[in-house]
Every structure is written in C-alpha cells, then in structure tokens.
C-alpha cells in the first residue's frame, strides 16, 4: 500500500522560511514524478510546485516562483519543499502527490498524502 506522509508543516513570520517533507512508501520512489499542491479554506487545490523522477526538471506554479525550490532525494524516498519569503497569502494546506510524469493538473497523480498545514503570519 502506498503512503506519502508528510511534515515540518507549522507557524510562521512572514519573510521566513520553512521545509516541508514528503516520505514515500510502497511505491518505488524514482519511477515517480512529485509535486506539491496545496489548498486554502475555500479555494480550490492549486498546484505548487512538480520535479521529474531524475530530479533533472522542475515546474513552479506563477505564485512561488523564485521563492519556493522542489527536490528529492531518491535514497531516502522523500521529496522536500523549501519555501522562502513566505507570505501570508501561503497559508494553507501543502499536499505531496506522486504521479506518472510532472504537471499541474491533480488528475496527473495517483497518490496523495494527507497534508500538512503552514501558516504564514503578518
């Protein structure tokens, strides 16, 4: 059974930084591609950012290009987000998910996790 748990979801100043961590399980890892979503109370899930199984591309959704950086680590199954110069408007819900191949639309993965929530404050 595959399980995508992630965490270092919490509270923060806006201008800071935080990490969030994806572990994989039941799946094999490098024949993933990995994303990030995430979802604010009354918005829809939108996508965040993807990397391809090799790690050798990336895509960023318009919102957090240049301050959010995807990468994985395929001997430790776990895929990372680190987010910098965080806003409040980054509050939400962040989803890992593992899909075929990279892009920003949901129905492109097949497994998700349970979510972690940040929390940006001003």
């Known amino acids: 059974q595959v399980h995508l748990v992630e965490s270092g979801g919490g509270l923060v100043q806006a201008g800071g930084s935080l990490r969030v961590s994806c572990a994989a399980s039941?799946?094999?890892?490098?024949?993933?591609?990995m994303a990030w979503f995430r979802q604010a109370p009354g918005k829809e899930r939108e996508f965040v950012a993807g990397i391809t199984r090799s790690a050798s591309g990336r895509l960023y959704g318009e919102s957090v290009k240049g301050r959010f950086t995807i990468s994985r680590d395929n001997t430790k199954n776990t895929v990372y987000l680190q987010m910098d110069s965080l806003k409040p408007e980054d509050t939400a819900v962040y989803y890992c998910?593992?899909?075929?191949?990279?892009?920003?639309?949901?129905?492109?993965?097949?497994?998700w996790g349970q979510g972690t929530q940040v929390t940006v404050f001003s």
């Open positions: 998910a593992a899909g075929l191949t990279v892009g920003k639309g949901l129905s492109g993965y097949a497994y």
């Open positions: 039941g799946l094999t890892f490098s024949s993933y591609a």
